[in-house]
């Protein structure tokens, strides 16, 4: 059964401050997506991740994907208080016919 | 941009009783996902649809559960007699390829009474 973790699952931070979530899954999969979730609302699509080595950035956010080591990050930099959502891993299974998600990151940034 | 759309955004319903909740996916899409997310909790793999028919269940989809994709657009997930711990919010989701993300609905808030 594929696993995936998140850690840390709470971080609180400060504006301006840098920071990195890590996901770790079990599978030999190389699609990786992290999604955003603001409080009762749906899954944003942030970034899709399908290489060893791939690397994407948008605004504050960067994610990048070493399937070597079964591992994802998704750097934060110079955090702003609009960046606070739950931050969700996810890796394609084999068949690519499900998603397994990681528990999430709850990120607060304070000012 | 196309949007996957879900209805009804909340539903209340009595334990025992049938509910189908329904999803539009985008048009031009050809793989379908339910997801539930019980309050605070992680997403979770209910069942794929692809081809017109289902491609993979969870172990939470059980004899209780069934999908449909009646016509060329919706796709709606039955439950047949609820049970409280059904009470989560569903996700509908639908992706062109495998090589794309999944793109979710806005939900559907269920509640068993």
């Known amino acids: 059964e594929l696993k995936v973790e998140q850690n840390p699952l709470f971080l609180s931070m400060q504006e301006g401050k840098n920071y990195t979530i890590y996901c770790n899954y079990s599978t030999t999969s190389d699609r990786l997506y992290w999604y955003r979730q603001d409080p009762g609302k749906s899954l944003e699509s942030l970034f899709v991740?399908?290489?060893?080595?791939a690397v994407k950035q948008e605004g504050r956010l960067m994610a990048s994907l070493d399937t070597k080591a079964r591992l994802s990050t998704l750097h934060i930099t110079a955090a702003v208080h609009d960046l606070s959502a739950t931050y969700f891993c996810?890796?394609?299974?084999?068949?690519?016919?499900?998603?397994?998600f990681g528990k999430g990151t709850l990120l607060t940034v304070n000012p | 941009e196309p949007e996957v759309t879900q209805t009804p955004s909340h539903q209340v319903t009595q334990m025992g009783q049938e509910v189908i909740l329904r999803c539009v996916p985008i048009s031009n899409h050809l793989y379908f996902y339910w997801y539930r997310q019980i309050l605070g909790q992680k997403v979770e793999f209910l069942v794929s649809f692809y081809n017109n028919e289902i491609s993979e269940k969870s172990e939470i989809f059980d004899d209780q559960f069934s999908v449909e994709r009646p016509d060329g657009s919706n796709f709606t997930l039955k439950i047949r007699s609820t049970k409280l711990e059904d009470s989560a919010m569903y996700f509908c989701?639908?992706?062109?390829?495998?090589?794309?993300?999944?793109?979710f609905g806005d939900g559907t808030r269920l509640s068993i009474l």
């Open positions: 991740l399908l290489s060893n080595g």
């Open positions: 996810a890796v394609d299974d084999d068949s690519n016919y499900k998603l397994t």
């Open positions: 989701a639908s992706r062109r390829t495998v090589n794309q993300p999944q793109h």
